[in-house]
């Protein structure tokens, strides 16, 4: 058994890092444009603990790289081929039905993942899956309650979550695609093979789907190729806001 | 599992508000995970984060070095630690008595393996079991917004984790 490429260790790190932070980004677009103020408030708090799980990912990649570069250097001084999240997470989201059916992607794809990764060997990623677990469970509660009442609702709101689903599925299959991987990381337990992960996260997804009376869209996969860096063209646009202040003013402190 | 010596240093770090419901200490909230002090006055606190991204961490980090301070620690360093994850199960008796009497319904104690996310929760003002969830997400990540049927007053639920 080879034993794992340095940075192979630091990217996929960074992949599940990415996903939580870029995914909180573009939660905060919702504060204050919300259906409703309570909704404000629930979108708010998902993206904190996605931030909060993002900022403990990087501190570790920072640490395991060994270069001195810490959670913020990773955040607001990487380019955008750096960054290594999926597409599913980095396009705009500004209609309520796309954002809910993206929320219930990404939490059901989370809660799978971060149970596999409480048994990881690097200790630091099992302790912050073993955390994250039981917060993205209540995220994924949220976004298939949302999904249901839309759905399972008026012929409006039905078509709009239908629309939003399909809008949203070709960019499920990425997450699967374990491509980017060094298989030695998964031989050695550090990382979770993600097409084992596939089955799982489809029936959790499909139950909701199905008691929200919608239909699984039948669409071909979307060309991905976030965790080698090459992103859509809505990223630099997400990056350009996020990392702006830090940018332009370095060293910055409140 | 750590052994808490009651230190005159756990006994200061441990009387540090939560700044978020400042009613409960960081010991009644089960936050304050160790302290240990030397001869020479430096002293070595270990706290966990409730949710990970709750932003109340820094502001508690601060107060610990200045209380800590102010009772003559020349040096004081404050860890983060991550594992073993924080759970409402170790919430005090006390900072249950504590919050429910401050109105905020606490969390249930629950049994090993599962959240429960559907159990009644008792209103804190009136004492009713008839309420019912108004969001999943209240004003800070460990919150839910609840309603009373019985008195009509809605009320924060800490969720259990
Ligand atoms: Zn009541």
Redesign the interface.
Known sequence: MSSPHPTAHVDYLLAVADDALVNAQRLGWWISRAPQL?ED??L???G??????A??LLAHAGQVEGAGRSEDDLAYLRDERDFRNVHLVEREQTDFGVAMARLLMVAAWQSHLYAALRGSTD??L???A???V??V??HL??AG?WVVRLGDGTEESHLRMQAALDAEWPHLEELFDGSFLDPALVADGVAVDPATLREPVLSTILAVVEEATLAAPRVRPAVGGGRTGRHTEQMGYLLAEMQHLTRSHPGATW | MVTRTRSRAWTVAAAVPDPEIPVVTIEDLGILRDVTEDDVGRVHVQIT?T?????AMEAIRNDLVEQLSDEGYRQVEVEFV??????TDWMTDEGRAKLEEYGVAPPAARAAGV?P?TLSVRCPQCGSPDTRE????????CKS?WICNACREPFDHF?A?
Not at chain 1, 48 to 53: E, V
Request: proline share 6%.
């Open positions: 309570e408030v629930a708010a708090n998902i904190l603990d996605q931030l909060g799980q900022r403990a200790a630091t099992a302790a912050v073993a955390k994250a039981k917060e469970a209540y509660d949220h309650r | 984060p949710y990970s991204g709750c932003p991550l594992a073993p994850a924080w759970t959240t996310l108004s969001s999943r997400f209240g004003s800070t990540a917004l969720k984790i």
